[in-house]
T-cell receptor, first 116, second 113 residues
Framework: DVKVTQSSRYLVKRTGEKVFLECVQD?????MFWYRQDPGLGLRLIYF???????EKGDIPEGYSVSREKKERFSLILESASTNQTSMYLC???????????????FGPGTRLTVL | GDSVTQMEGPVTLSEEAFLTINCTYTATGYPSLFWYVQYPGEGLQLLLK?????DKGSNKGFEATYRKETTSFHLEKGSVQVSDSAVYFC????????????FGRGTQLTVWP
């Protein structure tokens, strides 16, 4: 079974802190994704990566950056956390797009981040 | 651009009732369509999928048929259980979009005994 793990289930940070959210997948997937989930807004894509050191902006990249130095690990960075970044953050991975099987995304359990 | 619209919740049903959650999409070409489910306190899990017109995805008693003529992928279950209480997300992906999924906003389902 595919396993996607996230470094923390719950995280509390203060405004202005630099925050790192880590995601690791164990199935050699090329694609990795970061979403945030807010009530009434569903899932919104922040960034995704289709290869090591490659990244693409999603719909809401402002205030975030990402790093993918190794294939299995995709980090989301909040350079200076703000209260409006309080949310549930979900990481996902998938095989290379273009194949039916490859289009399925596998999700981690999520990190609930609170910024005070 | 690509988008998914699903019925707003919350949906509240009694056990053994029939469930329909509507989902329509906008996309060029031939997307693949998905239903994901999120149980309380967990991440999303794939529930079912369909990759071409008239395909029917099914899993755990849930079904959805890919209707290209109506651009729809409605989720149905004949008899819901309390354990089906969750948030359901409809999503699409096109082969040309590097695998990114476009999600609907989710529908909260609560089933009472």
């Amino acid at each position: 079974d595919v396993k996607v793990t996230q470094s923390s289930r719950y995280l509390v940070k203060r405004t202005g802190e630099k925050v790192f959210l880590e995601c690791v997948q164990d199935m050699d997937h090329e694609n990795m994704f970061w979403y945030r989930q807010d009530p009434g807004l569903g899932l919104r894509l922040i960034y995704f990566s289709y290869d090591v050191k490659m990244k693409e902006k999603g719909d809401i990249p402002e205030g975030y950056s990402v790093s993918r130095e190794k294939k299995e690990r995709f980090s989301l960075i909040l350079e200076s956390a703000s209260t409006n970044q309080t949310s549930m953050y979900l990481c996902a991975s998938s095989l290379v797009s273009g194949s039916v099987r490859g289009n399925t995304q596998y999700f981690g359990p999520g990190t609930r981040l609170t910024v005070l | 651009g690509d988008s998914v619209t699903q019925m707003e919740g919350p949906v509240t049903l009694s056990e053994e009732a029939f469930l329909t959650i509507n989902c329509t999409y906008t996309a060029t070409g031939y997307p693949s369509l998905f239903w994901y489910v999120q149980y309380p306190g967990e991440g999303l899990q794939l529930l079912l999928k369909a990759t071409k017109a008239d395909d029917k995805g099914s899993n755990k008693g849930f079904e959805a048929t890919y209707r290209k003529e109506t651009t729809s992928f409605h989720l149905e279950k004949g008899s819901v259980q309390v354990s089906d209480s969750a948030v359901y997300f409809c999503a699409l992906v096109r082969g040309s979009t590097l695998g990114r999924l476009y999600f609907g906003r989710g529908t909260q389902l609560t089933v009472w005994p």
